[in-house]
């Protein structure tokens, strides 16, 4: 299983960015994803999380309405749609991948459940 993110750079506050998280070695629709990021000096913190089928969604209190998770299954790609960005939104971003088998309308938010991780692309937000 490999995980790729993909899309981080630098933006002004109040711009967007997409991240991108290409999968192989997997069937996507088995799988709930989660994106997650970690602030120097800080503990990596759910962003949001999408379940195998998409019809599930959550967000963080504090992206909420600014974020939004999204995935294809036929491309094997989860992606996070990053809008109104703030500078404290400035952090390496991490999509990871957990197994869910048929049970494709569970949503895990849980850093520890999660057992495949992309290796982080960094967002840095500008004030």
């Known amino acids: 299983v490999q995980l790729q993110a993909s899309g981080g750079g630098l933006v002004q506050a109040g711009g967007s960015l997409r991240l991108s998280c290409a999968a192989s070695?997997?069937?996507?629709?088995?799988?709930?994803f989660g994106w997650f990021r970690q602030a120097p000096g800080k503990e990596r913190e759910t962003v949001s999380c999408?379940?195998?089928?998409?019809?599930?969604?959550y967000y963080a209190d504090s992206v909420q309405g600014r974020f939004t998770i999204s995935r294809d299954n036929a491309m094997n790609a989860v992606y996070l749609q990053m809008d109104s960005l703030k500078p404290e939104d400035t952090a390496v971003y991490y999509c990871?991948?957990?197994?869910?088998?048929?049970?494709?309308?569970?949503?895990?938010?849980?850093?520890?459940?999660?057992?495949?991780w992309g290796q982080g692309t960094l967002v840095t937000v500008s004030s």
């Open positions: 990871a991948a957990l197994f869910t088998g048929s049970g494709d309308t569970i949503v895990v938010i849980t850093t520890t459940h999660y057992n495949y």
């Open positions: 070695g997997i069937t996507l629709r088995y799988y709930a």
């Open positions: 999408i379940s195998g089928g998409g019809g599930e969604t």
